[in-house]
């Protein structure tokens, strides 16, 4: 939960003037990122415009009342929502100097398009490169409990928010949710909200069955079969649209979902599988991404599953782009939404 403690106020000294403010200035610098005074804090202007919270991970930073010049340790998890927010995100952690990710997709142009402004990397692989990273003039750094052990060679260069991703911290979309409060964009999500909202409103009376009632379960294809996790704009509209997750026969009622994105499942279990809805999406790193190419990918692992698999047999069986639904933002919930609207369309033709 953010906690802010208005860095505006600080409950002790009395006075006004320059001095005043060099020294509240210094007292933020101390408390951010644990024991360690970062270099940045020393003799920047900014620190006079900072405020002070509390991130995920519990330790209180003083960050920008307004920063201006964001990097992200994780494009998809915390990039797109940030960019679906606005945000202009001035440098990622996953692409090079010259920009180009380290996967076969760009997930920038895959949610919004090849006209929008793309980070600059400081480090595809491997180790973060600082001096790209000092080149990038952060004022503000954004990252996840999975770059704890960074944390002091970050604080280096600017302060450092951790935002958790994990499944015991997060689901749906909240991570866009959590940032927009974090950087004063509730408006933004707010508006964004509502319009997708209307859009699942439009979709939940065409579906068939109860709503609460609709099982559903989603799988991404790599060397084997992995139930995705609970963090995404997908796992968000489908729960609005009134879908429950399928408990998984070996793991029990919460799916036994232990990580951010996926769990590996084996075939047998896979193919005795039957929701309401199995959604089945091929990596985001292979080269093709599509419906036909998922479905070769599904071949390979399990060899006549259009016989096997009973959502398959009757009609129950949605292809998505993983790229697309799998970042826990809006524009990923809206692309489930897509595909969703695809699916009915679908199903009322084969109906007749």
């Not at 959590?178 to 579906?207: H, N």
């Not at 790599?222 to 998984?248: C, E, F, I, K, P």
């Not at 896979?270 to 809805?277: N, Q, Y």
């Not at 129950?316 to 369309?345: C, H, K, N």
Request: hydrophobic content about 40%; overall charge positive; some cysteine.
């Amino acid at each position: 939960m953010l906690r802010d403690h208005g860095g505006s106020r600080v409950p002790f000294g009395e006075g006004k003037g320059p001095g005043r403010r060099r020294l509240l200035a210094g007292c933020l610098a101390t408390l951010v990122a644990g024991p360690w005074a970062p270099a940045w804090a020393g003799n920047d202007p900014r620190a006079e415009r900072m405020r002070n919270v509390v991130d995920g991970s519990g330790r209180t930073v003083a960050i920008p009342v307004h920063p201006e010049r964001i990097v992200v340790m994780h494009e998809p998890l915390l990039g797109i929502p940030l960019m679906d927010l606005g945000v202009e995100v001035v440098g990622a952690y996953g692409r090079d100097s010259s920009g180009r990710f380290a996967t076969r997709v760009d997930f920038v142009e895959a949610l919004f398009g090849p006209g929008r402004a793309k980070p600059r990397g400081f480090g595809a692989l491997g180790q973060i490169d600082l001096e790209q990273l000092r080149a990038l003039r952060p004022d503000l750094i954004i990252g996840s409990e999975l770059d704890t052990g960074k944390l002091e060679r970050l604080s280096s260069v600017a302060p450092v928010y951790v935002q958790p991703v994990g499944f015991r911290h997060v689901q749906g979309i909240d991570v866009e949710r959590r940032l927009a409060a974090l950087l004063g964009r509730e408006t933004v999500f707010g508006e964004r909200w509502q319009m997708y909202q209307k859009r699942v409103s439009a979709l939940k009376s065409r579906l068939p069955g109860e709503a609460g009632k609709r099982s559903w379960i989603a799988v991404l294809l790599t060397d084997q079969v992995n139930v995705v996790g609970n963090m995404s704009g997908l796992v968000q509209a489908m729960a609005d649209l009134g879908y429950v997750r399928l408990a998984l026969p070996e793991t029990g009622a919460d799916g036994g979902l232990g990580s951010t994105l996926l769990m590996p499942v084996n075939v047998e279990v896979f193919g005795r599988l039957d929701p309401d809805l199995l959604v089945v999406m091929n990596n985001y790193t292979s080269a093709h991404g599509g419906e036909t190419a998922t479905k070769q990918a599904l071949s390979r692992l399990m060899p006549g599953w259009d016989r096997f698999l009973k959502p398959a047999r009757e009609g129950r069986m949605v292809f998505m782009d993983s790229s697309q639904v799998t970042t826990p933002s809006i524009q990923s919930a809206l692309y489930a939404l897509d595909g969703m609207e695809q699916w009915i369309g679908q199903q009322s033709a084969r109906l007749g």
